[in-house]
């Protein structure tokens, strides 16, 4: 059954071409067009398009679809093109012509961007929730550790002090910017593209008002052009969102597959976390957060994949715009995965407390061995020339008593301002 069907088929190399593998994303999104579904005839039962009979009727058929749904009995045959002409099938099969009503003042282009819609709300909710357990994690771990020094670098040099409370709550902080651009996704999403049929609206006096409440949409997009032109957009704004957690998420994976090499053991994980060799007995490997710096510059690329797809289409609405589903419900499954991964593991990690009891990581305090000098008096160029040659001639001798006090430093952390910014 197709919903534009005209009585005459189309080749079957042309049908698995355009259709693709639609129907298996549109089991993840048929709980949403049932959602909407229920709107829609509620929405024609109040403006008198249907029968208060009939729109009991529809929403109570809905509602056992739906209940299929949930307990994983619903399927999409490939005798169907997708998942609003199975629901409208199984409404007409068990309601007859009451079941063909449910189209009434809608297109097939509404239906998809609302289902995708109230899809995408629940599932940034959802990203959300798991970036603030991860965040809740990161926290825990710096207040716990946030004695504990470890090396800072930069250009992979040894550079100055750090300390794990640094280093986890950076991680924490960072993920409050990733959390901007997924609650501006969601505000994108919260808007009702219900009623703009195919994109010109309709001439039937629907009532998008009352789906907007009805759907739990804080707004209405109400330019039918617009709500048409917001197809791809917001799949596009949500894979920036995730594109941020994702890069945050490489660059901390990154620092851990480095910090548990053997030429900087600075943490360890418990066996069952790691990987060994096939021939290498000593080897413990981070193939877990190996895998997680994979799959998060992977979808680091998304953004930039959707923008190809729609960045010459004109307004209205084009097939390209299908490609977009196949990228988007895809990364939004794999950046859950990879965020349930991080916390489950990170939360095992062990810290090497004695990691600056090496001599090699003397130099780290020559900033702050020039700096006790420019606080007694010292012009600070001059204390900077005077550690260079002690450096150069082997006369260094560190003062490792370390004295950081403003916010955000190492002895500053600032935990608490930073879990405020999170709660606003």
């Given amino acids: 059954m197709k919903l534009w069907d005209k009585g005459y088929s189309t080749d079957k190399k042309i049908d698995h071409f355009t259709v693709g ?55 999409i045959e490939d005798t169907f093109e997708d998942v609003h002409s199975k629901i409208e099938f199984l409404l007409t099969e068990k309601l007859g012509d009451t079941g063909k009503k449910i189209h009434t003042a809608r297109s097939r ?51 100055m002090p750090s300390s794990f409370g640094l280093w986890f ?44 409440t009805e759907m739990g949409f804080a707004d209405l997009k109400y330019n039918v052009v617009a709500a048409q032109m917001g197809r791809g957009k917001v799949e596009k704004a949500t894979a920036f969102g995730i594109s941020g957690i994702a890069g945050t998420l ?43 710096r994979a799959k998060c510059n992977s979808l680091q690329a998304i953004p ?44 095992d990690v062990k810290v090497n407390s004695d990691i600056l009891d090496d001599p090699k990581y003397d130099y780290l305090f020559s900033v702050d061995t020039l700096n006790q000098l420019a606080l007694s008096g010292m012009p600070f160029r001059d204390a900077y020339k005077q550690i260079g040659a002690e450096i150069e001639a082997g006369s260094f001798k560190p003062k490792k008593q370390l004295k950081h006090t403003h916010e955000g430093s190492l002895g500053n952390l600032c935990l608490d301002k930073i879990q405020d910014k999170m709660k606003a």
């Fill in 250 to 292: 490489s660059k901390l994976a990154m620092d851990i597959c480095l910090y548990m090499s053997q030429n900087f053991n600075f943490i360890s994980f418990p066996d069952a976390l790691t990987t060994g060799s096939s021939i290498m007995p000593h080897k413990k490997n981070p193939d877990v957060f190996e895998l997680i």
């Fill in 304 to 347: 930039n994949h959707i923008t190809l797809i729609t960045t010459n289409l004109p307004s209205g609405y084009h097939r390209d715009l299908q490609m977009v589903k196949g990228l988007i419900i895809p990364a939004i499954q794999e950046i859950k995965s990879c965020l349930e991964m991080m916390t489950f593991s990170l939360k």
């Fill in 21 to 75: 593998n639609d129907r298996e994303l549109d089991l993840v999104l048929a709980k949403y067009d049932v959602i909407a579904s229920m709107a829609h005839a509620k929405m024609l039962g109040k403006i008198g398009l249907l029968t208060s009979e009939e729109t009991l009727v529809l929403v109570r058929e809905l509602e056992n679809i739906g209940q299929s749904i949930k307990e994983g009995t619903f399927i």
């Fill in 169 to 212: 709550s950076a991680y924490a902080e960072s993920l409050i910017d990733d959390l901007y651009f997924i609650d501006s996704a969601f505000k994108i999403a919260d808007q009702n593209p219900l009623g703009s049929a195919a994109g010109y609206g309709s001439s039937f006096p629907i009532d998008r008002s009352y789906t907007t």
């Fill in 109 to 159: 282009n509404d239906q998809v961007l609302v289902a995708m819609q109230l899809y995408l709300k629940e599932e940034l909710s959802e990203i959300k929730h798991l970036t603030k357990e991860l965040f809740k994690l990161l926290i825990e771990l710096a207040e716990k550790y946030k004695e504990v020094l470890l090396p800072g670098y930069t250009h992979f040099q040894i550079a």
